[in-house]
């Protein structure tokens, strides 16, 4: 049976990759960063797996931190599989960049080279499309593809968290070219992921389905998210592990592209007795906005700009069949309100 060492397993994507690795078969050994993570974790998977499924023999767990050398020979010890999906995600910009770039980066790094120290040779790494769309679309281009890299110092590329995406995937793919050619890596880059939690242990990443069902803004802005479902990305890096042609390769993770009307538009569809607003704002308002509220601030970038990602290598390779945007959002509307996250 193939042993996978699987980081960041606490995560919204994580869980997902977690249950998708136990279902297809493999055994998993999953990293936390204390006792009660995995706790949460294993009630998860027991919530989710069919009944009678031996989930003792098939998931344990280690203590891992990923700016700590400690455990990590340890934990890579007898496993065939690295995926790497630990990562730090705010929905707002930190003070200091480096608070999520550094740990980014040299976790990264620190999963890469125990990895190579182990002998193992098939590493998958979350990384996201931040890494990619931070750039001025080359001439002639419509879409980003996985050709394309953020650039730090663009305007859009240099936020805390797309600088901290991009350093760390250069970074792996640099650690490999020089140190570790053995290593045969492929990176999954989602965009904006939507979709049910497994539990309700699940960060920032449903945050804007969640912001627009309490009505928190009178407007919303003129931005637009290309979005793809926690399923279909935790499916992305299980199949990448088995597809030959998907060594050496990044995939973009995408179902498709909405405007934050469209997705408002969407969910007071499926919801209509809630007041959810779909007028949109101003830009000149937005900026303003943005001077006292910091995930307002942190998308001001995108503010106007409507390109989309080209997912079509995921579909040709992985075999992906993307659900469908309005369904993953839906869904994740379902399990907030569902779930005491917002009022009914």
Do not use: C
């Amino acid at each position: 049976m193939t042993k996978v060492l699987l980081t960041g397993s606490s995560g919204f994507i994580g869980k997902h990759i977690t249950l998708r690795l136990l279902t297809d078969g493999y055994e998993v050994r999953a990293s936390v960063r204390n006792s009660a993570k995995a706790d949460e974790v294993r009630a998860a998977m027991s919530a989710h797996l069919p009944a009678g499924f031996d989930l003792a023999s098939k998931l344990s767990f280690v203590e891992l931190d990923l700016e700590s050398d400690a455990g990590w020979s340890d934990a890579i010890k007898g496993v065939d599989v690295l995926v790497h999906s630990a990562s730090p995600f705010p929905i707002a910009s930190p003070k200091d960049e480096n608070d999520l770039v550094r740990p980014a980066v040299e976790g990264t790094l620190r999963a890469l080279k125990a990895a190579h120290g182990a002998g193992v040779k098939r590493v998958i790494l979350t990384s996201s499309v931040a890494a990619i769309y931070g750039n001025d679309l080359p001439a002639g281009k419509t879409e980003f593809d996985e050709t394309m890299w953020s650039d730090p110092t663009h305007i859009v590329g240099r936020g805390a968290y797309t600088k901290s995406k991009t350093l760390a995937e250069k970074a792996a793919w640099d650690y490999i070219a020089a140190e570790a050619p053995e290593i045969e890596l492929t990176t999954v880059n989602p965009v904006l992921v939507a979709g049910a939690p497994l539990d309700k242990h699940f960060g920032a990443s449903v945050s804007v389905v969640e912001r627009i069902l309490k009505g928190k803004d009178p407007v919303l802005p003129d931005l637009s998210f290309s979005i793809v479902d926690v399923k279909d990305v935790a499916a992305m890096h299980v199949k990448a592990i088995s597809i030959d042609a998907s060594k050496g390769k990044r995939f973009i993770a995408s179902a498709g592209n909405r405007t934050f009307i469209q997705i408002a538009k969407t969910l007071k569809a499926a919801f209509p007795a809630r007041k959810i607003t779909t007028a949109q704002a101003p830009n000149f308002l937005i900026r303003f906005l943005s001077l006292f509220d910091g995930e307002i601030k942190a998308v001001l970038p995108g503010l106007g700009k409507h390109i989309g990602v080209n997912s079509t290598q995921a579909q040709k390779v992985l075999g992906i069949e993307f659900i469908a945007v309005e369904t993953s959002l839906v869904d994740s509307a379902r399990y907030l309100i569902d779930n005491g996250f917002v009022k009914p």
